[in-house]
């Protein structure tokens, strides 16, 4: 009985009906949303010539068993260790699960009579 005191379908887009469009997210396109999907990982890069030169320098901690120096860094997740550098000692990596060693960084490891141990 009160007919359409706002106007009829799309009728005030550009100024009093341009509230519940913004609301319904069709300014800037079908307002149909979308799948978050998780927060993306962020991969920290480090390759294995700067670990040997943070146990040298003092910057990264390490403990000694026998003749391998320890190196835990199972705490950092989505590390991506690389093979650009030089190793003269062997080394004992810890890593978490979700880190990626590459083929060059752990043939340099294995060379230097190191070991990468992978834990959960």
């Not at 609301?23 to 800037?28: L, N, T, V």
């Not at 480090?46 to 860094?73: C, F, H, S, T, W």
């Not at 690389?82 to 990626?100: N, Q, T």
Request: glycine share 16%; net charge positive.
């Amino acid at each position: 009985h009160r007919r359409h005191p706002g106007g009829k379908g799309n009728v005030g887009v550009k100024d009093h009906h341009k509230l519940m469009l913004l609301k319904r997210g069709y300014e800037f396109g079908a307002g149909r949303g979308f799948t978050y999907h998780g927060p993306k990982p962020r991969w920290c890069e480090i390759n294995v010539g700067e670990i040997y030169e943070g146990i040298l320098g003092g910057r990264i901690p390490y403990a000694v068993e026998g003749k391998l120096i320890v190196v835990d860094l199972s705490n950092r997740h989505w590390l991506r260790i690389l093979g650009r550098g030089r190793i003269e000692k062997p080394i004992k990596l810890i890593i978490h699960k979700s880190s990626v060693v590459t083929e060059t960084a752990k043939e340099k490891i294995e060379s230097a009579n190191g070991q990468i141990v992978v834990v959960g």
